[in-house]
């Protein structure tokens, strides 16, 4: 089956105010990767091409070689490198066999640029994450 | 365009890759390799986004090849430029099956869609979508392999340079052993025969991956290619040469008394 479950990404933040067909074209862009444990998924400091959804499996967050949290099935990360092309600000390691489904901006920002409705609830959904983080 | 095709009809870069055509040509051109298909960049996605019409004609192309299979990523050029950027050339060597070929076309299409891959095309000014073809060959058993200059690589001679050993070429181009190192003048004429010391050979496993074998003692410096196949492979250094042009670097194996190209590329002179 090709993109990942609707589910999984209806639990983003980024995507809350999207309805279920709008989340599902989004879905359709995504792919499946895997990773074995150990394998470093995402760099510090590298740029950013992908956003992912760990659809099974366990990975752990660090920041400056510090172990920070562990992710989990339904746990996301990345998003935020999808809008601004930005460098990653934290290492992610698959803790176990790890198996993800990704969306590269490439896919995802032509979908975007077309269209309007879901650049604008996707818009919407930054402010309110930049009013929350504002207000903590 | 979603195209999958037979080596030899691979002439297309702008769909298949430089290597995917490189290997069409030379078999073009009457050189052995072994056999394998070429797929585009579109069908290599299509197949990582698990559209099921692909891969089922991939599968279906793939199938008759039998296993185990030599995956390579085939970059496609862009502005003219020799594509080399970082994580765009995965090769996996010795997938076991075509059972196995949507995870190997998974893993190459995000090798080239990786944060590594996307940095340096940043670093470089490239903003543009990659697209990655792959390059799907039998994988060899071979008895001998290794590597071959066409040109000196150190002195700049008009002489062909060998290094061989037993078993898959990966113990030559790896460094597990001390190849058997062989000049030939292009006139044909052998200028060096210096046996190595090759206590290992790399062999393939049924069930996917390498294991390093040990070779008897009686073997470790006994030369492993004969003048025959010294001649084969002068004969080989003249077509590439008239295929590519000079001063190439060319990986072989033989198997089963064949002499086959696995890759050529230009030679990147030392000092």
Redesign the interface.
């Known amino acids: 089956?090709?993109?990942a479950p609707i589910e999984a990404l209806q639990r983003v933040p980024l995507f809350a105010d999207l309805d279920v067909d709008e989340v599902g074209q989004i879905a359709r862009l995504f792919?499946?990767?895997?990773f074995h444990a150990g394998d470093t998924v995402?760099?510090e400091g590298?740029?950013?091409?992908?956003f992912f959804v760990i659809d099974s499996g366990e990975a752990t967050v660090s920041v400056g070689g510090s172990e920070r949290a562990t992710l989990k099935t339904g746990d996301y990360f990345g998003e935020i490198a999808l809008i601004d092309?930005g460098t990653?600000t934290a290492t992610i390691t698959a803790a176990s066999d790890l198996v993800c489904f990704?969306v590269?901006f490439?896919d995802f920002r032509p979908l975007v640029e077309h269209n309007g409705v879901i650049g604008w609830k996707l818009l919407q959904s930054l402010a309110k994450i930049y009013r929350d983080a504002r207000q903590r | 365009m979603k195209e999958v095709v037979s080596l030899v009809e691979a002439a297309d870069t702008s769909l298949f890759g430089s290597k995917a055509v490189g290997l069409g040509q030379a078999e073009r051109d009457g050189i052995s390799v072994p056999p394998g298909v070429a797929l585009s960049g579109d069908i290599v996605e299509a197949v990582?986004?698990?559209?099921?019409e692909e891969i089922e004609r991939v599968v279906a192309a793939v199938r008759p090849l039998g296993g185990p299979l030599a995956v390579r990523s085939s970059a496609v050029d862009e502005d003219g430029a020799d594509a080399s950027f970082a994580g765009q050339h995965l090769t996996l060597l010795n997938v076991p099956s075509w059972e196995h070929i949507t995870?190997a076309l998974?893993?190459i299409?995000?090798s080239a869609?990786?944060?590594?891959?996307?940095?340096y095309r940043?670093r470089v000014g490239l903003f543009t979508?990659p697209s990655v073809g792959v390059v799907v060959q039998a994988l060899l058993d071979p008895d001998s392999a290794g590597v071959m200059f066409t040109q000196n690589p150190v002195t700049g001679a008009d002489e062909r340079v060998i290094e061989a050993s037993w078993g898959l070429g990966e113990a030559v181009v790896a460094g597990l052993v001390i190849p058997d190192n062989y000049r030939i003048a292009s006139s044909g004429e052998v200028l060096e025969r210096t046996p190595g010391l090759k206590k290992i050979a790399v062999r393939t496993l049924p069930q996917g991956g390498t294991v390093e074998e040990q070779i008897a003692p009686e073997l470790r410096e006994r030369l492993c290619l004969d003048d025959s196949q010294l001649a084969e492979l002068n004969q080989l250094a003249d077509r590439c040469d008239q295929v590519y042009g000079p001063a190439r670097d060319i990986e072989w194996a033989i198997a089963g008394g064949a002499l086959y190209l696995l890759q050529c590329r230009a030679i990147t002179r030392a000092g």
């Open positions: 089956m090709a993109g792919k499946e990767r895997r995402i760099q590298s740029g950013g091409a992908a092309e990653r990704g590269t490439w | 990582a986004a698990g559209e099921e995870a998974s893993e299409w995000w869609n990786s944060d590594s891959a996307i940095t940043q979508r």
